[in-house]
């Protein structure tokens, strides 16, 4: 098999089994081949240690990158499609390590479907409260959650209903490092271009009258002081932010600089979120819940949601790859401010997180496993 022939059949096989990433590992006698699938990294196979040179050089071809670079990490993009599987944009990470170049290819398929919050596991209340804060003028609404949560996603769809929503036409930009994917009625900016930064981007962007301005996450101390200006200043304000959980969102603010009566006066919203993995509906039961099971959702819970007696769970099947699992949905905790400080801190933020008994509602319903629950719960 050819080398271009090799990469075909990689994007394509892990495009079939649902892939977020593929990650090109050289090792000292092979190069390891893994996916990333609903958040778990498998192995799927590999290829001999000579084929890694001709493998890389193709990869960056395709990216437009430096094929005689071989010491300085390099980013790019481009478009995939093969057969009849639908196109896809490929983002590549090529860093050198020990053994030569490591490559990590992130999947994006091309969807013309909007999400909504409903489709990314969003309850009812919680997404009428969300859509009742983007439709105000002026304030900031932060998402936090670790890398993987989906709070790219989350924050996208936020933007698409903010687009879309005729009945108050506003002048929506951000500012992304990367731009993930075009997003309509949105002026995309790229940071990292040409050492545009956010902080950079985001004082360029308030000088171009606008109405809603998405970060797309909020890193540095410039950069988050900004973000609170704006919305001071009468901007809605949209960003993520490296948090466990809400409660941790003023701390997190203020270790970046923020005065944290600043915080609490222009925080009106704030969400955190977890991925949770569903049940293969290839190969899925209802099971009961044993007692030990029961006990830890009862810890979870704190008997403000009702447990479940039973839940789905999968067996394993070619579907899933063996593992009882197909797809992943959202698991959110939504608190609203009224931009009264008290003491520097809103009233909401030192609530305990609701997380945990949010994941045991997702059992209730039949979304997910207990023991996805639990991982949630318990991190």
């Given at each position: ?23 090109i ?36 071809i395709?990216?437009?990158l ?10 790019g ?10 196109p ?15 490559a990590?290819?992130?999947?994006f398929p ?11 596991g ?7 409260t ?19 949560s ?64 998405m ?59 977890r991925?949770?993995r ?38 394993g ?22 931009g009264?400080p008290?003491?520097g801190?809103l009233?909401f ?8 008994r ?8 039949g979304?997910?496993t ?10």
């Amino acid at each position: 098999m050819d080398t271009v022939s090799l990469v075909t059949e990689l994007i394509s096989r892990a495009q079939e089994s649902g892939a977020s990433d593929i990650h090109i590992d050289p090792a000292a006698h092979a190069v390891e081949i893994r996916v990333r699938v609903d958040g778990a990294l498998r192995t799927s196979g590999s290829i001999p240690r000579e084929r890694h040179a001709a493998l890389i050089a193709h990869l960056k071809i395709l990216a437009s990158l430096r094929t005689d670079e071989h010491a300085a990490p390099q980013d790019g993009r481009f478009t995939f499609e093969a057969g009849t599987l639908p196109p896809l944009e490929v983002r590549i990470s090529v860093m050198p390590t020990y053994y030569g170049e490591n490559a990590v290819l992130r999947l994006f398929p091309f969807s013309t479907k909007a999400l909504t919050l409903a489709s990314l596991g969003m309850r009812r209340e919680h997404a009428r409260t969300v859509a009742d804060a983007i439709a105000r003028p002026h304030g900031l609404l932060l998402i936090a959650g670790p890398t993987g949560s989906g709070k790219t996603t989350t924050l996208y769809t936020l933007m698409e209903m903010l687009s879309a929503a005729a009945e108050r036409p506003r002048m929506l930009v951000s500012i992304e490092d990367p731009v993930e994917r075009p997003l309509a009625g949105v002026r995309q900016i790229s940071a990292g271009v040409r050492d545009l930064s956010f902080a950079r981007g985001l004082r360029a962007i308030l000088r171009q009258d606008p109405d809603v301005i998405m970060v797309g996450e909020i890193r540095d101390t410039e950069t988050a002081q900004l973000a609170v200006q704006a919305a001071l200043t009468g901007h809605l304000v949209l960003s993520t932010l490296h948090a466990l959980d809400i409660p941790a969102i003023v701390p997190r603010l203020t270790a970046l600089g923020v005065d944290p009566y600043l915080a609490a006066s222009t925080l009106r919203i704030a969400l955190s979120e977890r991925l949770v993995r569903t049940a293969c509906d290839g190969c899925s039961s209802v099971r009961e819940l044993t007692a030990a099971q029961l006990r830890s959702l009862s810890q979870l819970s704190e008997s403000q949601v009702p447990l479940p007696i039973a839940h789905r769970i999968g067996s394993g099947c070619g579907s899933c790859d063996g593992t009882g699992y197909r797809g992943r949905t959202g698991v959110f905790d939504v608190a609203v401010g009224d931009g009264r400080p008290s003491k520097g801190e809103l009233a909401f933020l030192e609530r305990p997180s609701r997380l945990p008994r949010e994941s045991v509602r997702k059992v209730a319903e039949g979304s997910t496993t207990c023991e996805e629950a639990l991982r949630i719960g318990y991190a």
